[in-house]
């Protein structure tokens, strides 16, 4: 215990945070930027590396191990840096209020390589409003027979919404896996069947 | 290190401020605290794992602190008089960061670093050269000149404050915080504890 009384003020910290932040960018000392966005699915995890967006996060994925994770893959380097979401933020906004059907931000899909990539890069063909099944999706990546490994693709998914796995169903037609929780994929559905509805 | 250096701001920035504003005063810390994590942050990739890094965070921020002394001294203006004790009037409401303004040079960081900033005497010792019992007798004697001027124990502790091993952070508000405004210190009287002089 020391005797010391020095209390410091939350808001001098943020205020010297602030400054830090625009500091490091300027040095492009910024590998991994951060924030977390409110929305109806709950508060998202937003992070970006300097090529694009490269991490979309649910409440249960849990955002704390989620960071650790971008830290140890990507670079510890990792700052919260609210601005440098804003633009996909504000797109989020417009997607779930119904008034946007595609995501215009650079995705940075670093994070995946191989069938798996392949498979989250076909995911933007599903129109909005649509749904494919696994087997189709397989298909459109160039291996018809690899279903599963394609489930394992779109759990994998680093970016949900912005690149949309919550299209992808099952044959029968009931939604399936999601990394966001089922409901979660049945309301993103639900909202893009309504908003397509009413076009 | 591969944590998310986010954290290391978010668990240590309070200190290392603790830090800059018992070296430079509040008005001056704030560019000691962004070079300190500016730096740390460029660091971070290299840094062992096994490193303690609060010591090193305080160890950086003393340094970058000692480095914004030196560029004010540079353009330093040297002024007729200068107080050397920076008194309060009743004890406690003489802000904490003025009345270590007031201590001799090397009180001042030797509270700034083991105090404020949890780092053992021996590594205290280490920054500011000399033996760590020379680093613990000036802590000591710093923080007995701090309870005169400022009134700096908590309420009811006896202990004394040397014997305190602060590794860890230190708590945050032992005592009220003094409802007046911060007693404002001259330039150069800041520049006159570090023992090299007020001029150019």
């Given at each position: 215990m020391s005797t010391l009384a020095a209390p410091i003020d939350e808001s001098d910290l943020a205020r010297l945070h602030a400054g830090l932040v625009a500091r490091a960018a300027a040095a492009d000392l910024v590998d991994v930027a951060y924030r977390t966005h409110d929305g109806p699915l709950g508060p998202l995890l937003l992070a970006a590396t300097p090529a694009g967006l490269v991490r979309v996060a649910f409440t249960v994925q849990d955002h704390d191990r989620v960071l650790a994770d971008l830290s140890a893959r990507i670079s510890p380097r990792v700052l919260a840096a609210p601005a440098r979401l804003d633009e996909v933020a504000r797109q989020l906004d417009e997607y779930f209020a119904g008034r946007r059907r595609t995501f215009d931000v650079p995705v940075d899909l670093r994070l995946l390589g191989g069938f798996r990539r392949s498979v989250v890069e076909h995911l933007s063909a599903i129109g909005y409003g649509r749904t494919a099944s696994y087997a189709e999706m397989a298909q459109a990546a160039g291996s018809p027979r690899a279903v599963r490994a394609v489930g394992t693709a779109c759990a994998l998914n680093p970016v949900p919404v912005v690149l949309p796995c919550h299209r992808v169903v099952r044959s029968d037609g009931s939604p399936g896996q999601y990394a966001g929780g089922a409901d979660a994929k049945l309301a993103l559905l639900d909202l893009e069947t309504r908003v397509g509805a009413a076009a | 290190m591969d944590q998310p250096f986010e954290r290391v701001v978010q668990q240590h920035g309070a200190t290392v401020l603790r830090v800059c504003r018992a070296v430079l005063?509040?008005?001056?810390?704030d560019d000691a605290w962004q070079e300190t994590f500016l730096a740390a942050l460029r660091a971070w990739p290299d840094l062992?794992?096994?490193?303690?890094v609060q010591a090193w965070l305080v160890t950086i921020a003393h340094r970058k602190a000692v480095d914004v002394v030196r560029r004010a001294q540079r353009h330093a203006v040297p002024v007729a008089e200068v107080p050397d004790v920076v008194a309060?009037?009743?004890?406690?409401?003489?802000d904490l960061w003025a009345a270590l303004a007031g201590l001799p040079h090397k009180q001042r960081h030797a509270v700034a670093l083991?105090?404020?900033?949890?780092?053992?005497y021996d590594e205290v010792a280490g920054v500011l050269g000399g033996t760590a019992a020379a680093a613990r007798r000036a802590g000591a004697d710093g923080v007995a000149a701090l309870r005169r001027t400022?009134?700096?124990?908590?309420?009811?502790s006896t202990a004394?404050?040397?014997?305190?091993?602060?590794?860890?952070a230190v708590p945050r508000a032992a005592v009220p915080r003094a409802a007046v405004p911060r007693a404002e210190v001259p330039r150069a009287a800041r520049a006159a504890t570090t023992n090299e002089g007020v001029g150019a």
């Open positions: - | 005063g509040p008005a001056d810390a062992d794992p096994r490193a303690n309060a009037p009743d004890g406690r409401d003489l083991h105090h404020l900033g949890g780092l053992p400022y009134g700096a124990t908590s309420p009811g004394a404050p040397e014997l305190a091993a602060p590794r860890t």
